[in-house]
């Protein structure tokens, strides 16, 4: 896509903050990487702030990494603030099916907050739709199944969908993307599905199209993790590689690298 | 030992799935640990999940680093749920004796739950057994008496102890094994105590012999330091360095390279 | 300065312990950044122990970046605590006036606990001492503005002052240190302000005065930065090389390197 290039520029000339209420684990990584991509990270996860904060932010990341029944309250607070400013509220609902306190809890912030888009493997986006399978069995299925997960998923959800793996499919319903970038190290550095998600928090901030401002920011992700490997083939060297990548990556590289494939859905049920 | 070969092996077949409830400095190092190794982390510490979340896992970690009455709360509940499913579960006492708060919670956690194993330093694992002597002094004794310490430790806690140093001393009361590999390096780096916790953790869920599996554990984790330490001499390098070698190290190697004594604690005391 | 050789020795030598109640992004590169320098960190935030911890420590942190209520009573403990010992302690108002909880956890700190010495940006400092500027605004003010904030600060707050930036401006109301090392990188990694903060009370540990103390603090603090950046030019990697360079960097070239202009205030007001 030609406006990728744009858009990465974008982002980077606007610098958008992104607030992020997420887990403990990667709360350090996503920081950093939002840093070196150019944006600016703000984490506030206090019920105290989380209203107040996300009124200052471009965009909020909500992760349900390591919750409390605090923290769920804090997102909600968060989410229904991000909305009455109008800026776009990205879920990434990490292990939702594990435990029913996940479950309720992201069933609770859909319930409360208009999200813009939500991002997840195909389990995650499986057990958060109540789509019939079970999280072992989808992590084996073919790129078909991840279409069909990811189409049913929004019908269910009302709600544009990604589903991250070996390809990333992107769609609300009418149109989707499929994506063909990326590097199996990405699945050994804890926070790279996350940190994913703030990513595309970011770029959904200087853009209108949801589904195109998603296709650009995985695209643009998974370009520097291909770059990062040409370095090393071991997880700690290719975190730092990754997040130098980010930082490094140009433009106009992404728009000249990325596999992209544009589906009509709409045209293609008529 | 000529089973650690297959030790490691088997740990990185099975990838087991690791539930660690740890302090906050180092929960990202610890889920990048174990991805790098070959298992799979999953950090639930809500007291919400975490009764639910331990049944999912193949071993828990307990970790007092950074310690609140819920989390005290949240261990004990993660605790029994893999005391009733069978799963191993190692306590880390990070700075118990430090505060009275750190020393009730490492009691109540071992009232109420069956601890596999406790691995601590030698002050650590003393103030844990209430032997009388002060932490300044524990750390510059010999390695004589770091054996006396842990076998005083397991006739007062009735647990087999690992205590970590320059030397490493494992025991049950009835075996010992005294390791002498690893790396000063380890101790310029925050969370290497903790993260090797986690990594006996993984071990114990593919072995019979708690020692044994220990032994290979820790024999496993110091030679990647080893390794880690012949490509830089500086903490921050070494962390990356050391993350790269718990991925690249083949298990052959750890076979070939550990120092490893056994001795037969019963037969001496005859 | 001549004596900063010494300071930095005498934190070597004497391998201060710091007690941090900091925010959740930081902690662990606060840890990795004290240990490699040569002091050695403890991170107890609990309310059920801040105040025992402190009494262990040799210098205390309190850094507001990710509050809850919990937190600030767990500060005003442990400061009251560090009082009573004599130990110094440091607040980092991480985006005082970003929201109200944070700016009415900063007072009630202030107001509880004898700070030694605060620092921030200058917009966080104008922010603390209700200096009327807005945010943006002061971070595009010139190096004599950010002289006049820090002595409007020391004059409301009553407190030596720590102003980072470009250049960075120390004072204590009598004497000013301009500073002027460092590299743009460090603005590209989550944390290195909060870091140097904890770095600042591992120095106050070790000396009689603050404002001493901390201009040997922060020119040790921005030249191992200048050295990072001779490695690399991203930031993953200047991380990992400006923590080496914690740990490497001599105390006599610091000595040699630091750019400081010494200014002595009382005089100038004569």
Known sequence: MSDITALIDSVRTKQPLVHNITNQVVINFTANGLYALGAAPVM??????????AQNADALLLNIGTLTTAQVEAMV??????NEKGIPVVLDPVGVGATSFRTEAAKKILENVKISVVRGNAGEISSLAGLESNMKGVDGT???????????????????????????????GNQMFVLDNGHPLLTKVTGTGCLLSSVIAAFLSTSDSIVKAAAGAVSFYNIAAEIAAEHTSAP?????AFLDALYQLKSNVVSETAKIEHLDITKKEE
């Open 44 to 53: 506030a996860n206090a019920v105290e702030e989380a209203k107040e904060m």
């Open 77 to 82: 607070l968060a989410g229904k603030s991000a």
């Open 142 to 172: 073919s790129d078909e199944d991840f279409k069909e997960i990811a189409l049913a998923a929004v019908k269910q959800l009302q709600v544009p969908v990604i589903v991250t793996g070996k390809q990333d499919v992107i769609t609300d």
């Open 236 to 240: 700690g060297s290719f975190q730092v």
